[in-house]
C-alpha cells in the first residue's frame, strides 16, 4: 500500500526566505506526482506535475524535483510572499489503476 | 476550461437527514469522476471512484450504504450522505478525470458538511 508522508507538517518563515517542502513515498512504482496548494476551506490548487520520466518541473517561482528510485519529492518556492501561506500537497498516481495517494500536507506560513 | 462545481458550497443539517452533494464537470466529459473527505487538518481520504453508467467503487471502510454515489452522466456525480450524524461533518471534495488523459484531474472548490 503506498504511503506518502510530508516533513514538515508546518512551517513559518519571513517574508523573502526560501521554502523547501518534503513529500516521500514508499512504493516507486508511481505514474507521476503532483504538487497541490489549498487555501483554508477551499478545493485544490494544481501547481506542478512531474512525471515518473522526469527529474523536475518548473513554473515561475515554484520548483519540483522527482526522485523515483528514492522514494523522494522537493517543492522549493523561491522569495516567498505572504500570499504563498497556504496548504501544500503531495499527491502520487499508482502506475497502476487511477487513484491519487496524498500526504497529510505541510502548513505554511509567510510572515510579513 | 476544466472547470469544476459543486453545490452546495456549504450544508447544515439535522442528525438522521440524508444530504446529496453534486458535482458537475462544466466544460468537459469526465467518465470518472472521485470523491474525497477531508477532516480538519488532515489530508484528503479517497472514498469512492465514481464511473459514468455503473457502480461506484469504494475504499475500503467506507459504507456504500451510506455514502450512495451516482454517476449519471458524464458531466454530473452526485454523493448522498444518508442519515447523517455529527461524526460524518466533514469537508467533501469531488475531482473529475478527463475522458482519455489519464493523469488530468480536476478539483472542484469542496462541501463542507455541518451535521448537528
Known amino acids: 500500500k503506498q504511503e506518502v508522508t510530508q516533513i514538515p507538517a508546518a512551517l513559518s518563515v519571513p517574508e523573502g526566505e526560501n521554502l523547501v517542502l518534503n513529500c516521500s513515498f514508499t512504493d516507486s512504482a508511481i505514474y507521476n506526482l503532483q504538487w497541490f496548494r489549498q487555501d483554508p476551506g477551499k478545493g485544490l490548487t494544481s501547481l506542478l506535475l512531474i512525471q515518473s520520466s522526469q527529474r523536475e518541473q518548473t513554473s515561475g517561482r515554484l520548483n519540483a524535483s522527482l526522485d523515483k528510485s528514492s522514494g523522494r519529492s522537493t517543492l522549493y518556492i523561491a522569495a516567498s510572499q505572504p500570499g504563498d501561506s497556504a496548504t501544500y500537497l503531495c499527491?502520487?498516481?499508482?502506475?497502476?489503476?487511477?487513484?491519487?495517494?496524498f500526504g497529510g500536507g505541510t502548513r505554511v506560513l509567510v510572515k510579513p | 476550461g476544466a472547470v469544476v462545481s459543486q453545490h452546495p458550497s456549504w450544508v447544515i443539517c439535522k442528525s438522521g437527514t440524508s444530504v446529496k452533494i453534486e458535482c458537475r464537470s462544466l466544460d468537459f466529459q469526465a467518465t470518472t469522476m472521485f470523491w474525497y473527505r477531508q477532516f480538519p487538518k488532515q489530508s484528503l481520504m479517497l472514498m469512492a471512484t465514481s464511473n459514468e453508467g455503473s457502480k461506484a467503487t469504494y475504499e475500503q471502510g467506507v459504507e456504500k450504504d451510506k455514502f450512495l454515489i451516482n454517476h449519471a452522466s458524464l458531466t454530473l456525480s452526485t454523493l448522498t450522505v444518508t442519515s447523517a450524524h455529527p461524526e460524518d461533518s466533514s469537508f467533501y471534495i469531488c475531482?473529475?478525470?478527463?475522458?482519455?488523459?489519464?493523469?488530468?484531474?480536476?478539483f472542484g472548490p469542496g462541501t463542507r458538511l455541518t451535521v448537528l
Open positions: 475531482s473529475a478525470r478527463v475522458s482519455g488523459l489519464r493523469d488530468t484531474q480536476y
Open positions: 499527491a502520487v498516481l499508482k502506475a497502476a489503476g487511477n487513484k491519487l495517494t
